[in-house]
């Protein structure tokens, strides 16, 4: 992927979202040419240039000290996952940049055995791709709908974009949508290497008008706790409660784990579900 275009369109993007108002700054008249903020009024909240600030938002970000891309930050009023994307983007930007290891496919022996150590809870493990690379029964059961796709590793985006099935699996499927899609961008700035993550996000955009949508919106989302509600085919509704770690021994892969309220419905649900999978043979 090209960075400097992604920091040209990144910068861009989070410009065009603030108005004079929501930065402190009198608007005077009431005929801007431009959506958003001016390039020298971003350039005065972060106390640079306005030649310097051009040449950021131009895609050039090499050099940028830790202060400059702070005072960016705040000017720009990011959040804690946009200031991590644009340093990311500034390290990509540098000289000298190593490429990131491809987050893996597999998983040692050890992470499955873990895995399958939780036997009343869905738990999974993915890579920044969004490929399944290792769950326990209960998750095998849980994601029925997805895995029924031959393709492995199965693929979550892929699913919630292009599997019709989705709509009716996430029962907030616009939202669930839309965190994809910027959790994606996430990592395709942590690793604009990754051939198998760019060939992703050309096989959903070509395919998927709603996908090309977001993916031009240059959203970036963090995905560590919640709460998602599902309709299974067999179990019916389930409101469950999401933490992903990572995982510091595999660096690049997630695990999730799934919970229900005790005594809820979802727990009851979830009961049912794991003794429908004893019975199951779900492909992994």
């Known amino acids: 992927m090209d960075v400097r275009a992604e920091v040209r369109e990144f910068l861009s993007s989070r410009r065009a979202r ?19 903020l001016r390039r020298e009024e971003v ?33 720009l009023q990011l959040d804690e996952a946009e200031r991590e994307h644009l340093f990311t983007l500034a390290r990509a930007a540098g000289p000298g940049q190593t490429r990131r290891r491809t987050p893996p496919a597999t998983v040692r022996p050890v992470i499955q055995q873990v895995l399958d150590a939780i036997t009343d809870a869905p738990a999974w493990v993915r890579n920044g791709r969004h490929d399944i690379v290792a769950m326990n029964r209960l998750a095998r059961a849980l994601y029925a709908p997805v895995l029924a796709d031959p393709r492995r590793p199965a693929n979550t985006t892929r699913f919630i974009y292009l599997d019709p099935a989705a709509r009716a699996f996430f029962v907030d ?3 669930i949508a839309n965190d994809a899609a910027a959790m994606l961008r996430l990592e395709a700035g942590r690793n604009p290497h990754d051939r198998a993550l760019i060939e992703l996000v050309g096989e ?18 963090f995905h560590r706790s919640g709460r998602k509600r599902l309709h299974h085919p067999v179990v019916g509704r389930l409101e469950l409660d999401f933490e992903s770690m990572e995982l510091p021994s595999e660096p690049g ?6 919970t229900a309220t005790p005594d809820s419905p979802a727990a009851d649900a979830l009961k049912m579900l794991a003794s429908w999978a004893a019975t199951q043979d779900l492909l992994t």
């Not at 090499?62 to 930050?73: F, H, I, M, R, Y």
């Not at 892969?253 to 799934?258: E, F, P, R």
């Open 18 to 36: 603030i108005t004079p108002e929501q930065a402190g700054l009198p608007a005077y008249g009431g005929n801007r040419r431009v959506q958003g």
């Open 43 to 75: 350039a005065m909240l972060a106390g640079v240039s306005i030649d310097y600030y051009v040449r950021m938002e131009r895609g050039n970000l090499s050099g940028a000290s830790d202060s400059v891309l702070d005072a960016l930050a705040r000017a």
């Open 173 to 175: 499927w616009d939202r």
């Open 204 to 221: 959903l955009s070509t395919r998927s008008e709603i996908f090309r949508q977001r993916w031009a919106s240059h959203d970036v989302q």
């Open 253 to 258: 892969l997630t695990l999730n784990v799934y």
